[in-house]
């Protein structure tokens, strides 16, 4: 049997990206802390992949965007704690935190158009 590529995997599977109408939501525009306790984004989005299914958290941060399978996530509550220190993200203040928000905020309401 042939083997499939990656990018016919891709093709045959189907990706979904969500978002909540809110900001802060449940998930959604909240404020990310590392395992080093370092703020270092917001969650933009949550993205499913299937198949195999996959759920992963787009994080936001300073100039960066990158993606945490799910269980890297400690506990979410006021803010969203992951399990490891990510290292490839700056150091957020709170002025980026309201910034980066607010960027989603305008994503999302762009959408809704």
């Known amino acids: 049997m042939p083997k499939r590529n990656e990018k016919s995997a891709e093709i045959s599977g189907m990706m979904a990206e969500l978002y909540e ?13 590392d395992a080093s306790a370092r703020k270092i984004g917001v969650i933009r989005n949550v993205k499913l992949t299937f198949p195999p299914a996959k759920i992963n958290v787009i994080i936001k941060g300073l ?13 979410v509550g006021g ?21 980066l928000r607010e960027e989603i905020a305008n994503e999302i309401a762009a959408y809704l158009r």
């Open 63 to 75: 100039d960066i965007e990158f993606q945490l399978p799910m269980d890297s996530i400690s506990t």
């Open 21 to 33: 109408l809110s900001i802060p939501g449940q998930l959604i525009g909240k404020e990310v802390i």
């Open 79 to 99: 803010v969203v704690q992951l399990k490891e220190t990510v290292k490839q993200a700056e150091e957020l203040e709170i002025r980026d935190v309201a910034r």
